[in-house]
Nanobody
């Protein structure tokens, strides 16, 4: 059974920082592209950042220079360090895993991030 469990969300003041974690089980973690998405109320889910099995990273333009995604294959965990947070970063953040060869995708349950201005 595949599980992606996010943690680290919460309430933070604008300009502050948070680090989200996503612990994966039931998948060959090192063979998956891992990504963070977010969904704000009334908006579509959007990609925030991703990291391939080879370590290549990519980011939405809105978070470049502020967010950093990383992975620890030994711990089956992906992180996103979020700095200089803005009110528009308020959303539910979801962890996503996509198999490099299978293309199969899995989602976590989401963690709320609220940035107070």
């Amino acid at each position: 059974q595949v599980q992606l469990v996010e943690s680290g969300g919460g309430l933070v003041q604008a300009g502050g920082s948070l680090r989200l974690s996503c612990a994966a089980s039931g998948i060959i973690f090192s063979s998956n592209t891992m990504a963070w998405y977010r969904q704000a109320p009334g908006k579509q889910r959007e990609l925030v950042a991703g990291i391939t099995s080879g370590g290549t990273t990519y980011y939405a333009d809105s978070v470049k220079g502020r967010f950093t995604i990383s992975r620890d294959n030994a711990k089956n965990t992906v992180y996103v360090q979020m700095n200089s947070l803005k009110s528009e970063d308020t959303a539910v953040y979801f962890c996503n895993a996509k198999g490099r060869t299978t293309g199969r995708e899995y989602w976590g349950q989401g963690t709320q991030v609220t940035v107070a201005s």
